[in-house]
């Protein structure tokens, strides 16, 4: 869906208006954060810290609010009650409970262009070329320059591994490609951090290998992630800090090395048990 004119130049005053990094303040800061779907209770007081340069990962069983959690960070779920900070920046929010909303159109827009999110599904458009997907949004949202765009676009194709495969159509690819092609796109965005949803889920095992050797090299670089993932190892190897959400909550969360090496809480221990097999 191509944005209009207004939103474009919405999203333009915005990104000139972002401060430089400040290396102490946290990308991403969430506190107490609750999300409901009518009466369902989906989160149920969560935090959530991610510094700049550090890879938060988010286990736990389906439905314990990960990939919710996830999409609240960039505003594609409203919430009902807690605090979201962009770079120290404050969420502004107009209502209360079920009726919660963002009040700024103009900083929903800035905090979405600057948090690239990439999905279990790829959702790369059919009708356009792998090349013209990953210029798409910093093409229209953004509105820069084409010939820029199109180098850029290019040197990602070729950090994902995917350099040949610009001038194919998604249908051409495999699952393992799309999905390279999918965080190529993210990427050219320039965000100051990627957000993944069960990156590697839809694919079969050797695939998935071809997006985790991406994933790993992202976090090499020292980008600033948050990683839904249900590949444990993945969550091991790349990340500074990991959460165990259950049932909403935070039954655990530590550096990698102590929840997956001594897990302190049964339901953890349990969950790690399972997902060994």
Request: charged share 25%; proline share 4%; hydrophobic share 40%.
């Amino acid at each position: 869906m191509t944005a209009t004119k207004e939103e474009q130049r919405d999203t333009v005053t915005a990104k000139k208006t972002i401060a430089a990094p400040d290396t102490e303040t946290p990308v991403i800061e969430i506190r107490d954060l609750h999300k409901s779907y009518g009466q369902l209770e989906v989160l149920k007081g969560v935090d959530l810290t991610a510094r700049r340069g550090h890879v938060v990962s988010l286990i736990g069983s389906s439905g314990s609010g990960k990939s919710t959690l996830l999409r609240c960070c960039n505003l594609l779920e409203d919430s009902q009650q807690g605090d979201i900070r962009f770079e120290g920046e404050s969420v502004h929010w107009k209502g209360e409970g079920l009726n919660r909303h963002p009040a700024d159109r103009a900083q929903v827009i800035r905090i979405r262009t600057n948090l690239s999110m990439v999905f279990q599904q790829f959702n790369l458009w059919s009708h356009m070329t792998i090349l013209q997907n990953v210029m798409e949004a910093p093409l229209t949202v953004l509105r820069r320059d084409p010939k820029e765009v199109e180098v850029k676009a290019r040197e990602y194709l070729s950090k994902v591994g995917i350099a040949d495969k610009a001038d194919a159509w998604p249908a051409q690819l495999s699952g393992g490609q799309q999905q390279r092609a999918a965080i190529a796109r993210a990427l050219c965005m320039e965000p100051r951090a990627l957000l993944f949803d069960e990156p590697t889920s839809a694919l079969d095992p050797e695939l998935e290998q071809e997006v985790v050797k991406v994933i790993k090299a992202l976090a090499d670089e020292g980008r600033t992630m948050i990683l839904v993932t249900h590949d444990m190892k993945l969550a091991a190897d790349v990340s500074d800090h990991v959460i165990f959400l259950h049932l909403g909550k935070i039954e655990e969360e530590g550096p990698p090395n102590e929840l997956f090496g001594n897990p302190q809480s049964e339901r953890l221990r349990g969950f790690l048990s399972a997902t060994s097999h």
